[in-house]
């Protein structure tokens, strides 16, 4: 069951990248919600709906799917 169930849905998270998401940033607010993560409104800080699992200081080289399984492969989201 999602922790954060009001983003539960793709466009829901996708919405919470859309005004403040870095403009510096490259991975793009689709990338980040098809990985299960939506936009806390602080620097480039993640969490997982699902797994409520946080994760920021993002570089062009991740891949937010790897990211999330990487530090937390445990997610129902991932698997």
């Known amino acids: 069951k999602p922790l954060n169930p009001n983003f539960a849905t793709l466009k829901s998270r996708i919405n919470s990248f859309k005004d ?11 990338e980040m919600a098809q990985a299960g993560f939506y936009y806390t409104g602080k620097a480039d800080k ?6 409520n699992f946080g994760l920021h200081d993002w570089v062009p080289e991740d891949d ?13 989201y991932l698997l």
């Not at 403040?20 to 607010?29: A, D, L, V």
């Not at 993640?46 to 797994?51: A, E, G, L, M, P």
């Open 46 to 51: 993640t969490i997982c709906f699902h797994c």
């Open 64 to 76: 937010p799917c790897i990211q999330h399984c990487r530090w937390n492969s445990n997610c129902q």
């Open 20 to 30: 403040f998401w870095p403009k510096s940033q490259q991975k793009t607010p689709l």
